[in-house]
């Protein structure tokens, strides 16, 4: 197998000439033809499946060219699916890199796991695709300095996949609460309950055949296949995940963040720890973390296995102000003044539970809209990577935190940590040889 490396540079050379011109032909043939681009949805055993229920629903404007995944079994599954779904057979492929090397994809969507985000979002901005990566953008913190570096040297878009950032009621929500409807907003909430089950991974055994276990890995450094990593539980091991603070938390933080209009905070918490569960699981099942500001405070409180819901909900935000609150998640809003006393409600009629993977819903339909409007230059992205990489880095930090047992004092301006060169030795990740991230 030809590593990143090699597989780069071959690139390059082409890339170096050929972008502008392939882009250009691209867009001639597709959009001069029938106004749609032309994407390749990579990794595709959950979240995937939104990424084809919206390019569906957006199909006006988007055409699924490939369907990418190291699983063949998954690979299959997903192709017969989305021949089905979109009336039309996409090409299958096993390995991304020949996808990047078309010149008919304009835009390619990130749903792999964690440890591929930042390192294929930048093949691809290399490659002169455009980018919609899930979140976490980034495995670490420094991923996310290079995929914010990336975006810019090479000019494409990159939207991150915090879908409530393009719910039309949370935008008219956030800005209500900007405008002064709970007064001066200081704090906010956030939390995350679910029921997740025991997770054994087995013992060290040869890949089934089906996966190739080596480009699975990809840029992490090499160790043996155990059984059950693939393809969920991999969420819970540091070689690979980021816990369920950026699985899930990313997206009711960056709720509160955008609410209360904060940046870097200037110090960072996380406690917990495996409570319900004594299994082998590498991060928490409990985590409560929070992000100090001179004049503001975000918490999140995940619990992974224990249910209870806070406001009747299993995940939200509950912004706070001097005059009021408003608590608001996928489904809805409720606004309450200083006494608790609700003043106003809404709801979409469609209600999210923590238990689905998948996600598809109206919000990712128009996070993608507004992913391709903004291609066409129609509009201007609603999660672009500058943006959502603060909240995904207050989130690694609260990794940190918790790895090191301390609070973490950040720099506003770079989100470094200072002074505990300890602390800092997480920024970063080790790589595979020849798999390193450059920009």
């Not at 950032?165 to 956030?190: F, P, W």
């Not at 066409?376 to 992205?381: C, N, Q, W, Y």
Request: a neutral charge.
């Amino acid at each position: 197998m030809i590593s990143r490396r090699n597989f780069v540079n071959g690139l390059a050379a082409g890339v170096a000439t050929s972008a502008f011109t392939s882009t250009a032909k691209s867009y001639a043939q597709i959009l001069g033809a029938n106004d749609r681009l032309n994407f390749a949805i990579n990794g595709l055993n959950g979240r995937g499946y939104a990424h084809l229920s919206s390019l569906h629903a957006n199909s006006k404007t988007a055409r699924v060219a490939y369907v990418c995944d190291v699983d063949s079994r998954i690979l299959a599954k997903f192709s017969a699916r989305a021949e089905q779904v979109l009336g039309y057979a996409p090409k299958a492929e096993g390995d991304f890199r020949h996808m990047l090397e078309s010149k008919d994809v304009d835009a390619i969507t990130v749903a792999t796991p964690d440890h591929w985000h930042t390192p294929l979002a930048v093949l691809g901005l290399k490659a002169g695709k455009h980018v919609y990566v899930e979140k976490p953008s980034s495995q670490n913190p420094r991923e996310g300095e290079l995929l914010v570096a990336a975006q810019t040297k090479y000019g494409k878009l990159v939207q991150v996949g915090d879908q409530q950032r393009s719910s039309a009621y949370t935008i008219k929500m956030i800005q209500q609460i900007h405008d002064g409807l709970i007064g001066e907003a200081y704090m906010a909430k956030a939390w995350y309950a679910n029921t997740r089950g025991a997770t054994h991974y087995g013992e060290p055994s040869s890949a089934p055949p089906e996966l190739n276990w080596d480009l699975w890995q990809g840029p992490a450094p090499r160790s043996e296949y155990r059984a059950n990593i693939h393809p969920y539980n991999w969420h819970w091991l540091r070689r690979y995940g980021t816990g369920e603070t950026l699985n899930n938390g990313t997206h009711e933080v960056d709720v509160c963040r955008w609410a209360l209009q904060a940046e870097i905070p200037q110090a960072v918490t996380a406690s917990g720890s495996c409570y319900q569960e004594k299994d082998d699981w590498q991060f928490y099942d409990t985590l409560i973390t929070n992000f100090e500001y001179p004049d503001k405070l975000i918490s999140w409180e995940g619990r992974s296995r224990q249910g209870m819901r806070v406001y009747d909900r299993d995940r939200g935000s509950c912004i706070m102000g001097t005059k009021g609150s408003v608590v608001i998640d996928r489904g809805g809003y409720d606004v309450y003044d200083w006494k608790g006393k609700q003043t106003d409600t809404f709801r979409t009629g469609h209600e999210t539970t923590t238990g689905d993977l998948v996600g598809a819903d109206s919000m990712t339909d128009a996070h993608f809209a507004n992913f391709i409007a903004a291609i066409r230059g129609e509009e201007k992205l609603n999660s672009p990577i500058p943006v959502a990489n603060v909240t995904v880095t207050m989130l690694l930090l609260s990794n940190v935190a918790w790895f090191v047992n301390r609070m973490l004092r950040v720099d506003t301006e770079t989100g470094h940590i200072l002074k505990d060169e300890e602390a800092m030795k997480y920024w970063g990740r080790t790589y595979e040889p020849g798999w390193e991230v450059t920009v």
